[in-house]
């Protein structure tokens, strides 16, 4: 009420002002004759006086719809930011648990390691209802991604080139864990956020700033640390250096891989699909781990391991119950994990959601003491602070490109709207 009254008083003020200027200029020739000078300047003061008035009230209207954006873009981000916790539990807790149930398997008699890589992958069909689930997009995201579909046979041959490689990724990991123990082989794992980002440099035009590259120096060393470890580090006794070498290899082998293919994954969303709809990211997933399956499933039969699978489910430490429910909880956290990934993808990056995955590493070995009774020496504690380093790192570049890219684009807004 204060405010209305207020304008109205203040548009009163200016009819009386321009009520004042008109009779001065209808009566021009007998104001000059009859008034003094100092009326001439009152009335010039009046007149500005309006000028000034305007000119403040043209622009509330600009600074009031920039500030009606800039409460809608911390909106925007605020929700999105939601997301993008949610993912993160996703991730965090699909990741351990299907690390841990993998060596559960391992240690409580499984020994088929084709069957251990099948269980990653054959899950898929649990993604099948959330093509229900429509994206919200903006209308001018939606047309700026909005392009020429590829062909069929582009896209076929993309995902079987990827599905073949996770498959043989996959395989990797499955005998890295077989032959290590579940703490190192998940701080080795941490390597993957450093093979991602060398190839996003090469692939995905990724700018090496000095934080990501100080990621990438603790990744690495916090890896190689482990190598230099004793035998008693080990807890599992009839594991022999060859084999723990072996072990080693692969699982370094396959967080390249693991690299390797999320930024294959970014480049072919980028160059190809030119799409970011949740429905194309499915795709993606349920395609390229079909493909996988059918490629595992013919290892598990061309390696005579499913001979074996009867008597190993009855040789299973834990009852045939547990075997069962194993390999089953197996393949859905794993795909609980690939929906928390392929969500970081949607709001974030691909290397956000690799690096919100290493973040996770660390977890594994303080509850592999709890479960698996490993032996977190000395070396296993200086790795798991250089992993954590190095992932606070790279997360703290990401927090300054967003702040970056939050205060370019509220620069931009306010420049066209003063232009306008």
């Not at 006086?49 to 981000?77: F, G, H, I, Y």
């Not at 073949?164 to 993957?192: K, R, W």
Request: proline share 2%; with cysteine.
């Amino acid at each position: 009420m204060i405010v209305k009254t207020s304008f109205r008083n203040k548009k009163l003020y200016r009819a009386g002002f321009k009520s004042k200027l008109c009779a001065s200029f209808f009566n021009l020739e007998d104001f000059h004759s009859n008034t003094p000078s100092s009326y001439m300047g009152e009335v010039q003061e009046l007149q500005l006086q309006v000028m000034v008035e305007e000119d403040k009230e043209a622009k509330l209207p600009e600074r009031s719809s920039v500030s009606d954006e800039t409460v809608a873009q911390r909106s925007t981000n605020f929700r999105r930011w939601i997301r993008i916790a949610i993912y993160t539990f996703l991730v965090l807790s699909g990741q351990v648990a299907a690390t841990l149930l993998g060596r559960q398997y391992y240690d409580k008699g499984g020994k088929s390691k084709w069957l251990a890589t099948l269980v990653q992958l054959v899950g898929f069909p649990i993604l099948l209802p959330f093509y229900c689930i429509q994206l919200s997009k903006s209308p001018k995201r939606e047309t700026i991604i909005q392009r020429e579909r590829p062909t069929f046979s582009v896209l076929a041959s993309i995902y079987v080139s990827l599905g073949l490689l996770l498959a043989a990724d996959c395989y990797l990991y499955s005998v890295g864990l077989l032959y290590l123990p579940v703490s190192t082989y998940s701080l080795i794992c941490a390597s993957q956020l450093a093979f991602n980002a060398c190839f996003s440099f090469f692939l995905n035009s990724l700018k090496l700033t000095p934080f990501v590259l100080n990621s990438l120096f603790l990744l690495t060393i916090s890896s190689t640390l482990l190598v230099f470890q004793n035998d008693d580090s080990t807890d599992t006794t009839d594991t022999s250096k060859g084999k723990y070498a072996i072990g080693f290899i692969c699982t370094v082998a396959a967080s390249a891989g693991y690299g390797l293919v999320l930024s294959l994954q970014q480049l072919t969303f980028k160059k190809v699909i030119k799409s970011k709809k949740f429905t194309a990211l499915l795709d993606m997933i349920v395609y390229t781990n079909l493909v996988a399956s059918c490629v595992i499933v013919v290892g598990l039969f061309a390696s005579s391991e499913w001979k074996s699978l009867a008597r190993e489910m009855e040789e299973y430490k834990l009852g045939k119950v547990s075997y069962v429910m194993n390999l089953v909880w197996t393949a859905i956290t794993w795909q609980v994990f690939s929906i928390g990934s392929v969500g970081m993808i949607v709001e974030a990056s691909s290397l956000f959601s690799n690096a919100i995955g290493v973040l996770g590493l660390p977890i594994v070995p303080v509850l592999a003491v709890v479960f698996f009774h490993d032996k977190m020496n000395g070396l296993k504690v200086i790795a798991m602070l250089l992993a954590i380093w190095g992932f606070l790192s790279f997360v703290f570049q990401h927090y300054l490109n967003d702040c970056y890219q939050g205060n370019t684009e509220e620069v931009s807004r306010a420049s066209s709207t003063r232009n306008q």
